[in-house]
């Protein structure tokens, strides 16, 4: 006598009070709100009111591309624009240098935390704190770097008030702040190299600079990649240290020294000229986003998964 196949029901959806049912949603629904709230709606707040005239009193006008069209003719978006650049490309300077420390470091037999701490500490300082304490070391009158420097004859500068030398000046600054999670990601990095590799090379007579060169390098590649877009974005969003040092009576820099964050600042803020602020909160998103994908672009030819 054979038996029967018992058939089992077929699959359904959960049902409400179920479970995977509506549990699920009310579970990721204060998350999804959240996100909703302040992110998802200011982003399209923004992008709206970049195709309008947004006056500081009054309803708003619907304007196209002006907004676009004045900014991409605006000389002073461009000179923002080089500085944001320039100020980047400083900040990605400061990543050979996170490299070289983080290996130092990973070398020291005892005291590796406290110096890890030591340069981590600027990371967890507000921006704001840093930007007056460096802006009293560059002050051109009695600032600490100007003392220094005349120790070997080198005349005082006015280092944030002259527009040759401010973005260079914040750039020194934020390689100072970025070292700190720079190193901690480039160190988590160094770890995870096999030390046979060096125990090897080391018997076939490679020293420490070669192993450096040959080792420590190709194999970092991904730790350096994710730091390089972490950096380029970061620097691309830079205001509040730009903001505490440039602002002060009469400094004769600010015209020529403004990032592109602190010209939205100014227009959206202080001259009240919204539309166009949301316009340049958009190009600076979709600048972003090219670099990105860019830098996603290049790193299949430098980039060494092994």
């Known amino acids: 006598m054979t038996s029967t196949p018992v058939r089992r029901p077929a699959g359904r959806r959960a049902g409400v009070g179920e479970p995977g049912g509506w549990w699920a949603f009310a579970f990721i629904a204060p998350a999804v709100l959240g996100l909703a ?43 923002a624009f080089g500085n944001s650049a320039l100020y980047t490309a400083i900040i990605l300077l400061g990543i050979p240098l996170a490299v070289v420390l983080a290996a130092l470091i990973e070398q020291v037999g005892r005291g590796r935390a406290v110096y890890r701490v ?7 300082t507000l921006p704001v704190a840093i930007g007056m304490v460096w802006r009293f070391i560059y002050n051109g009158d009695f600032g600490l770097l100007n003392t220094v420097l005349s120790w070997f004859g080198v005349e005082d500068r ?28 480039l160190g988590a990095g160094l770890q995870a190299i096999p030390k046979d590799l060096y125990e090897a090379s080391a018997l076939d007579g490679a020293g420490r600079v070669r192993q ?13 990649f ?55 909160a958009v190009v600076l998103l979709i600048v972003i986003m090219i670099a990105t994908a860019l830098q996603f672009r290049l790193q299949r030819s430098w980039v060494f998964y092994g």
């Open 158 to 185: 006015f280092w944030v008030a002259d527009p040759r030398y401010t973005i260079w000046a914040f750039g020194a600054v934020g390689i100072w702040m970025s070292l700190g999670i720079n190193m901690i990601i």
């Open 118 to 124: 030591l340069f981590f500490l600027p990371v967890v």
């Open 37 to 79: 709230a302040l992110y998802l709606w200011p982003f399209l707040s923004t992008v709206i009111k970049s195709f309008q005239d947004v006056p500081a009193f009054g309803p708003a006008t619907f304007v196209g591309l002006g907004n676009y069209t004045e900014l991409l003719g605006d000389p002073e978006f461009w000179k």
């Open 226 to 280: 994710f730091v390089t877009i972490l950096s380029v974005i970061a620097a691309l969003q830079m205001f509040d240290l730009i903001f505490v040092m440039l602002r002060g009576v009469n400094n004769t820099a600010l015209a020529d020294s403004k990032t592109i964050v602190y010209l939205f600042y100014e227009k959206a803020f202080v001259q009240f000229h919204q539309g166009y602020g949301a316009a340049i």
């Open 212 to 224: 450096f060169r040959h080792i420590t390098v190709p194999l970092l590649t991904p730790s350096i």
